[in-house]
C-alpha cells in the first residue's frame, strides 16, 4: 500500500494533486497537467514574470510547453493498474492544510484559492473555475488561510478598490462612503501600476546583481592573483635569502679561515722571534756572570789575561726585526666586516621601503570604502594621548595628557632626544597603523597633524615643521589651509572649533572633517604611506583630543 501510494505520488501533478492528465514539461524541468499549468500562468499574466509550481523559477516570457509522452504513457499504466483509486485519506484536510469550503462532512485538502469568490476548492470543486467562462475570469491562487482579509470589515464585500488617498484597499460600498471624494482606482489597475514600479525595481536589482556579482568575479580573480603572486614571491624571496646566507656563510667561513691563517703565520713569526731572544737572553746572562767572577778577581794578572776573551760581546742580530702592533693586529679586517654590514643594513632598509610599498598597493585593492556617516566613523574612534618626551620646552600638557597649551615660561621637562627643540609641537604617543579616527578641539592659532615619527626634532627647519616636508601633513586650522612637503592648498569652507581626522594607513588615505551640527569635508588626501603614523600638533593657544560626538 505505501508502495501504491509514493507510486501515485511521484506521478501526481503538484498543482492538482491528482494522477497527470495530459502531462508537459516546463524548461526547468518539472511536469504538470497541461491545464492546470496554463490556469497557474493565467493568473500570473498581469505580473508579466511566470514561475514554476515547485521550484519557483521565473521567465520573463511565458515558456513553450512540451507534452511528456513518457510521463503519460507510465500515467496510463498506473491507472490500468488500479493505482488510481488511492486511499482517500491521502487527499483529506488535516488541521495544518487548507481546507475545501465546498466540502461537506470530512473535506478535501484545497487546492486553489478564488480572491473573487472568495473561497477555497478542492480539485472536484475547483472545475467550474476551468469550465465556466465566467468563472474562468476569476483570480486562482495557492490555497491560503487569509482569504478574509481580502472581505471588507464594514461592508462584506469583495474589496475590489483602491484608495490612493489613504494607500489601501477598499469595496465599491466604501468608495461612496468615508472614502467619498477620495481619489480611488480599481485594485487590478494599481496593481498593473505598481507591478511595473516593481519591475522596474527588480530590473534595477538584478542589475546590481549582476554589476556586483562582476565586481565579486574581478575581486575573485584579483584575490587569486594575490595568492599567486604571493606564493610565487614567498618562493622565489625565500630562494634569494637562502642564496645571500650561503653566500653569507661563506664569506664568514673565508673570513674567518683567513684570520685563522694569518693568526697563526704572525704567531709563528713571534714564537720564532721569542725564542731567539729567549736564547740570546740565557747567552747575556751567562756572559754577565762571567764578567762579574772576572771583576771579582783579585789576582791582577789573571784578570788582565782573561779581560781580552770575556769583554767582547757581540751586537744583538734580532732587536731590529721585532715589530709590535698592540690591538691592531686584526682591525683592518674588523672594519672591512662593520662596512659591510652597514652596506648591507643600507640595502636591506631601502629594499624594505620598496616592499612596503608594494605591500600597501595591494591593500588599497581591498580596503574598505572610507565611512559616508558620524556613526560610521565612531566605529574606528581611537584614542589619542599626547607624548609628554616630545613636547617643547613651551607646551603644557593637561588633561591626562590629551590638552596641550602654549606657555608663556618653559616646562621644567628633562632632556629627552625626542623633544622638539624650538617648534612649539607634540607628538601623539600611538603608532597608527590601522584605520582609526579622532576629533581635537582648539582655539588660538593650531596645526592638527599626522607625521612618521622619525621627523626631526632639533631646531626649527622645515625638516622639523609639520607640513613643510614631506614627512607630515598638516591642517591649519587658523588659516584654513593643508600643507605637505611645503606645497599649501587653500580651503574654502570654514574650519570649526572641533575637527575630526580620519587615517586609512593602508589605502593611504587622510581626511579632514569640520565638525559642527554635520560633518563637513575639509581635504582628503590620497597617498602611500611608507611608515607607521603619529597623531601631531603645532600650538599657540590650546587644543584637546577629545571623545567624538
Known amino acids: 500500500m505505501e508502495q501504491n501510494q509514493l507510486d501515485r505520488e511521484t506521478f501526481s501533478c503538484s498543482i492538482c494533486l491528482s494522477l497527470l492528465k495530459d502531462p508537459v514539461t516546463t524548461s526547468c524541468g518539472h511536469s504538470y497537467c497541461i491545464k492546470c499549468i496554463k490556469a497557474h500562468w493565467d493568473g500570473e499574466d498581469q505580473r508579466g514574470i511566470h514561475s514554476c509550481h515547485q521550484c519557483k523559477e521565473t521567465f520573463i516570457l511565458r515558456p513553450a510547453l512540451k507534452k511528456n509522452t513518457m510521463l503519460a504513457a507510465l500515467v496510463e499504466q498506473l491507472k490500468k493498474t488500479g493505482l488510481q483509486a488511492a486511499p482517500a485519506d491521502l487527499w483529506y484536510a488535516e488541521p495544518e492544510d487548507v481546507a475545501c469550503d465546498v466540502c461537506s462532512g470530512r473535506k478535501l485538502k484545497a487546492i486553489k484559492s478564488c480572491l473573487a469568490c472568495p473561497a477555497s476548492y478542492c480539485e472536484e470543486h475547483l472545475q467550474p473555475h476551468y469550465d465556466s467562462a465566467p468563472l474562468k475570469k476569476h483570480k486562482l491562487v495557492e490555497p491560503s488561510r487569509n482569504l478574509q482579509e481580502n472581505i471588507c ?71 587569486e592573483a594575490i595568492n599567486r603572486s604571493a606564493v610565487k614571491t614567498v618562493e622565489d624571496s625565500e630562494k634569494v635569502f637562502r642564496e645571500l646566507i650561503r653566500l653569507i656563510q661563506k664569506r664568514r667561513s673565508e673570513v674567518k679561515q683567513q684570520i685563522r691563517s694569518q693568526q697563526e703565520t704572525e704567531g709563528s713569526r713571534v714564537k720564532e722571534l721569542q725564542e731567539k731572544l729567549e736564547q740570546e737572553i740565557t747567552e747575556l746572562k751567562r756572559k754577565d756572570a762571567e764578567l762579574k767572577q772576572l771583576s771579582d778577581t783579585e789576582d791582577h794578572n789573571q784578570f788582565l789575561h782573561n779581560y781580552p776573551s770575556l769583554s767582547a760581546l757581540g751586537e744583538s742580530t734580532h732587536s731590529s726585526s721585532i715589530k709590535t702592533r698592540p690591538l691592531s693586529y686584526f682591525e683592518d679586517v674588523a672594519a672591512a666586516v662593520m662596512e659591510l654590514r652597514d652596506q648591507l643594513q643600507d640595502i636591506l632598509r631601502d629594499a624594505w621601503t620598496n616592499i612596503s610599498v608594494r605591500h600597501t598597493e595591494v591593500d588599497v585593492l581591498l580596503s574598505e570604502p572610507e565611512p559616508k556617516t558620524g556613526a560610521g566613523f565612531l566605529k574606528y574612534s581611537c584614542e589619542i594621548t599626547l607624548d609628554p618626551n ?43 597603523t590601522e584605520r582609526c579616527y579622532w576629533e581635537v578641539e582648539w582655539r588660538g592659532e593650531i596645526f ?20 613643510y616636508n614631506n614627512k607630515s601633513w598638516t591642517l591649519d586650522c587658523f588659516q584654513n589651509r593643508f600643507g605637505h612637503n611645503n606645497i599649501w592648498t587653500s580651503i574654502s569652507d570654514p574650519v570649526s572649533s572641533r575637527v575630526g581626522v580620519y587615517l586609512d594607513p593602508r589605502a593611504g588615505i587622510l581626511s579632514f572633517y569640520s565638525i559642527s551640527k554635520t560633518m563637513t569635508l575639509l581635504h582628503r ?25
Not at 400 to 409: E, S
Not at 525 to 549: D, I, N, R, Y
Request: net charge positive; with cysteine.
Open 153 to 223: 470589515s464594514h461592508h462584506d464585500e469583495v474589496m475590489k478598490m483602491f484608495c490612493c488617498t489613504d494607500q489601501k484597499c477598499i469595496c465599491y460600498l466604501c468608495s461612496e462612503d468615508e472614502h467619498k471624494g477620495h481619489n480611488t482606482v480599481p485594485a487590478a489597475a494599481e496593481r498593473t501600476k505598481r507591478q511595473r514600479e516593481l519591475e522596474v525595481r527588480q530590473e534595477n536589482i538584478q542589475q546590481r546583481i549582476q554589476d556586483r556579482e562582476k565586481d565579486v568575479k574581478l575581486l575573485q580573480q584579483e584575490l
Open 448 to 467: 592638527v597633524a599626522v607625521t612618521y615619527q622619525n621627523i626631526s626634532r632639533l631646531g626649527s627647519a622645515d625638516e622639523c615643521r609639520f607640513g
Open 390 to 432: 616630545t613636547a617643547n620646552s613651551y607646551l603644557a600638557l593637561s588633561e591626562g595628557n590629551k590638552k596641550v597649551t602654549k606657555m608663556k615660561r618653559p616646562q621644567s621637562y628633562s632632556s629627552h632626544p625626542d623633544r622638539f627643540t624650538d617648534c612649539l609641537q607634540v607628538l601623539g604617543r600611538e603608532s597608527l
Open 525 to 549: 588626501v590620497q597617498t602611500t604611506f611608507t611608515q607607521p603614523l603619529h597623531a601631531g600638533l603645532w600650538v599657540l593657544g590650546s587644543a584637546e583630543f577629545c571623545k567624538p560626538k
